[in-house]
């Protein structure tokens, strides 16, 4: 017989054994799902059955990744659930065909997926390759669906109700080692060969392989059977769980327990008809369209770094960090572990001795590495009290106290040991770059790199080019932040730049609310409805209200000392003097009980006004939510965001904006331009001229248009 190629399988087959190898192996770089994925393998599996003599198929694939789960651009352009249901049924026809062959084992040599992951799902037995580079999950739950090629059904058939909903809700992706724990794959090889030997012998002692499911009298693994009380008791707590994670927020979520509910007390082919609809539905809602198109399409044009500036080569080599404090330790951290040759200054002893406990402490983490790999790392950084160590530095990330005298001070007295064409980075959360700049005698070799905290987990970087940031220095930047792999948006320069003021903006009426009166649970709760990562008052405490007081303070340089005036600026004023710091100091807006966070602090209400007539779940919700999206706003008019895909990646990534909402501008979007610029109008009579929508808004509300298409 000759071999098979179509558009995404290869087909060799062995008669000695009778095994047939499928190789997925699309044009292109990976292996996605679509309709050329779908009639691949369709063809594949006819061209296998048809062979004399087959006791068994082997898939695995011909790319990097075994398959990175479905064609987001074809799920993205369809609006149409009926097709979608079509496409899904499929997907299931050819799954339920390899069930019922010969056997069927997957040799996962690379990533599996969601799609690909459910592909996997269906054959009769999994080997994967025990490298540490493959993640295993199904993370679909992240894009505002669910996985919809059986692994709602397969998976707790598989695992277990409890283990699969921890998955499937979570969206977790995991490593060799720990998917063979959980019993997502049954075997781990050490090589490709050895990969191919143990399929290929997993179907020489299984000729007559079935999947539990299709067998009789099947039971369900993990201890919980369905249609019994502890499984109803188990869906409660699950239902209930999952709505105080998202409030009703994340759709995704709570359709995912009910799939595996519904379907669990089913046949399994009517349990997939279920997550087939389930996964339509999502599928066309504004949520899926609004999370795909900023977390996978605008994500990957911001981490290609599309339409900004580019050299190759960063020309960087050794960087010094000034200021081993909280962010100066993550930053030597992340740098030496990309690397770079890092000094890490600061004038307190102490404070170099506990950043670079720190950075040990993160090297010790990487356990993928050996010890000589994990030495290597921490030989690269020095810590330091002198100057001298910092001579010849190609890049400075100056993270010292955040004051523009201190600031000024330490560029001028480091700067000259730079080397030639080395690069001036501060991270300072809010301060315009034109302002530190003064300071500098390389103002082109200028710029505000913002990390977030903690830097080692926090993906995004906002670069910050000043009026004298030369494009040379910028292009550096973003080469030096492709390399720390940090998905980086670039903004101009303005105090707070574009992350920091938007934060801002939702704290501070988290706290305004709190002080006309609104109750700080409804306050809390009202933003986990609208799907903010971190409730505003919850968050103000882990930022600590010391930090708070001293950004509005700054703040009130630049913005004009009114702002001091608002009864939510003056109840954090208050709290903080009287010791209430937040998370820090046991004791903020919340209680606390050896660090850990209690209830809502009762003593507030005597910092409040009485309750105003007019408050409830939609009053706050739409305040904390339109005092974001004004001052995103105001950000567009004053020309600080340079991209609308920045707004939302940055917003998103940067500082836990609701991220079914697709992000700030996305979000106006939805509200209608001209229904929100109504809102805010009123808003900014009733509450103040935060409120007072941006111009670009107006223009675009009369003009009908959008930020994105549909
Ligand atoms: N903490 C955050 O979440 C966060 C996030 C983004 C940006 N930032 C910004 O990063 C900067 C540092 O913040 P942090 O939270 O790490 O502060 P930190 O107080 O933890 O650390 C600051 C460190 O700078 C040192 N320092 C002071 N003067 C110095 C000098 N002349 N030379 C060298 N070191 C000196 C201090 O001893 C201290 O160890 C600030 O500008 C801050 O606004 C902070």
């Not at 987001?72 to 149409?80: G, S």
């Not at 406990?357 to 790392?377: F, S, T, W």
């Not at 305040?623 to 600080?640: K, N, S």
Request: net charge neutral; charged share 25%; with cysteine.
């Amino acid at each position: 017989m000759e071999n098979l190629t179509n558009p995404a399988f290869r087909g060799t087959f062995d008669p000695a054994d009778g095994v047939a190898v499928l190789t997925f192996q699309m044009e292109g770089r990976a292996n996605k799902l679509n309709q050329v994925a779908l009639e691949g393998l369709s063809g594949a599996l006819d061209w296998a059955y048809a062979l004399p003599g087959l006791k068994g198929i082997v898939l695995t694939s011909g790319h990097r990744d075994f398959c990175v789960g479905a064609d987001l651009e074809m799920i993205q352009a369809e609006r149409d659930p009926a097709r979608i249901f079509e496409a899904v049924k499929l997907f299931h026809g050819l799954h339920r065909k390899m069930e019922k062959g010969v056997p069927v084992v997957a040799a996962i040599n690379g990533s599996a997926l969601g799609g690909g992951l459910e592909l996997a799902l269906a054959c009769h037995h999994r080997v994967c390759l025990a490298d540490a580079r493959i993640q295993l999950g199904l993370p679909e739950v992240m894009l505002g669906v669910l996985p919809g090629g059986g692994g709602t059904q397969r998976l707790p058939r598989m695992i277990g109700i409890q283990a699969a909903l921890e998955l499937l809700t979570t969206g977790a992706q995991l490593r060799p080692d720990k998917a063979k724990a959980k019993g997502l794959v049954d075997e781990l090889a050490d090589t490709p060969e050895a990969l191919l030997a143990a399929s290929r012998a997993w179907i020489a002692a299984n000729p007559k392989a079935k999947q539990p499911w299709d067998k009789k009298g099947f039971v369900w693994p993990g201890g919980v059977q369905p249609g019994t009380p502890d499984a109803r008791n188990l869906f409660l707590a699950g239902c209930a769980m999952a709505y105080k994670r998202t409030a009703g927020a994340f759709p995704a979520i709570e359709s995912i327990v009910a799939c595996v509910q519904e379907g669990a007390g089913l046949t399994f082919d009517r349990a997939l008809e279920v997550e087939g609809r389930r996964f339509a539905a999502l599928v066309v809602s504004d949520v899926a369209k609004d999370m795909i198109r900023t977390l996978f399409f605008h994500k990957q044009a911001a981490d290609k770094q599309e339409g900004l500036p580019r050299v190759e080569d960063h020309g960087i080599r050794k960087v010094t960090i000034l200021g081993a404090g909280m962010m100066g330790a993550g930053l030597a951290f992340v740098c030496a572990k990309t690397g770079f040759e890092v000094v890490l200054k600061d004038i307190a002893a102490d404070a170099v001795e506990r950043g670079l406990a720190h950075v040990h402490q993160q090297i010790g983490k990487l356990k993928h590495l050996d010890d000589a790999g994990r030495k290597a790392i921490a030989d690269r950084v020095t810590g330091t009290l002198e100057l001298e160590p910092c001579r010849g530095s190609d890049l400075v990330i100056e993270a010292v106290v955040e004051n523009t005298r201190v600031k000024h001070a330490v560029t001028r007295e480091t700067e000259p040991l730079l080397a030639p064409n080395g690069i001036w980075a501060s991270n300072t959360s809010a301060i315009p770059i034109d302002d530190l700049v003064k300071a500098s005698a390389h103002p082109d070799r200028f710029i505000g790199l913002h990390f977030f905290s903690p830097v080692e987990k926090m993906p995004l970087l906002e670069i910050i080019a000043g009026a004298a940031t030369s494009d040379d220095t910028l292009a550096r930047c973003l080469a030096f932040g492709r390399a720390i792999k940090k998905t980086c948006i670039v903004v101009n320069d303005g105090y707070g730049f574009y992350t920091s003021r938007t934060f801002s903006a939702y704290i501070v009426e988290g706290a305004q609310l709190v002080a006309e009166g609104h109750d700080p649970r409804l306050v809390e709760w009202a933003a986990k409805t609208a799907g903010m990562v971190v409730p505003p008052l919850q968050v103000f405490d882990e930022v600590s209200l010391n930090l708070g007081k001293h950004a509005i303070e700054q703040g009130a340089e630049y913005k004009g000392a009114e702002i001091l005036e608002a009864p939510g600026v003056k109840l954090v004023f208050a709290l903080a003097a009287a010791g209430r710091l937040g998370k820090i100091a046991n004791a903020g807006f919340y209680e606390y009980a050896d660090g850990k966070r209690k209830g809502l602090w009762s003593g507030l209400s005597e910092y409040a006004a009485a309750t105003p007539e007019v408050t409830g779940l939609d009053v706050i919700r739409q305040r904390l939510m339109l005092a974001q999206i004004a001052e995103v706003g105001r950000c567009l008019d004053e020309g600080i965001l340079r991209q609308h895909r920045d707004a939302e990646v940055g917003a998103i990534l940067g500082i836990g904006f609701a991220p079914n909402a697709g992000g700030p501008l996305a979000y106006a979007d939805r509200y209608g331009l001209p229904a929100l610029v109504r809102d805010l109008d009123a808003l900014a009579e009733s509450c103040g001229d935060r409120f007072r929508p941006a111009e670009t808004f107006r223009r675009m509300a009369a003009a009908g248009e959008r930020f994105f298409e549909v």
